[in-house]
């Protein structure tokens, strides 16, 4: 192995690395919104089949990051089905 192919390997290794950390965190932020099912009624976008989508009929008295994950991910859509 020269000296190109190593730094090659290493920063695929790096990227999967941070790809896998962002990927857990991503899990844990879901974790937490999921354990909050009443914030679903803040005013809060969403990403939703590739367009952002307005969820909420109230305004949070606060403004931090309620109901969503970093990505747009929220618990509403899943709510909503286990309803139908």
């Given amino acids: 192995m020269n000296h190109g192919e190593v730094d090659m390997l290493a920063r695929r290794i790096l990227h999967g ?11 844990h932020e879901r974790l937490i919104v999921t354990t909050r099912p009443w914030e679903c009624r803040f005013l809060h976008w969403s990403w939703e089949e590739g367009d952002w989508t307005l969820h909420g009929n109230i305004t949070p008295p606060d403004r931090t990051r309620r109901a969503t994950t970093r990505r747009g991910w929220c618990c509403c859509s899943r709510l909503r089905s286990a309803r139908n």
């Fill in 17 to 27: 690395l941070a790809r896998t950390w962002l990927d857990q965190q991503e899990l």
